[in-house]
């Protein structure tokens, strides 16, 4: 529905009326933005991490290939498409450097 107002520019509008209450879920992806940090994190971590809803994202895909590329070994559990699993390996381990060690 558009409507004209005064000054002669339409609008959208949006009509709400009442009915029955809305049920159901709805599943919501994972951020790109929220599982860089994690997944960079778990690599300062130093111990196995497990993070679930991960998007399939190109810069997600990327952050993976560069953990496996610094030695890091990365999984994806059977059926679950959405949840990696990162695991220090020893070469991953002499990379990790302590907090307050610069």
Known sequence: MTTTHASGVAAEVIAVRPGPPLAGTVSVDGSKNAALPLLATAAA??????????????????MLTLLQQAGWHVTQPVGEPTT??????????????PLGVV
């Not at 070469?91 to 450097?97: G, H, M, P, T, Y």
Request: cysteine-free; overall charge positive.
């Open 45 to 62: 971590l130093g111990r196995p991490v497990r993070l679930s809803n991960v998007p399939d994202s190109t810069d997600v895909q990327i």
């Open 84 to 97: 990696y699993v990162i695991l220090p390996t020893e070469a991953s381990q002499r990379r990790v450097v």
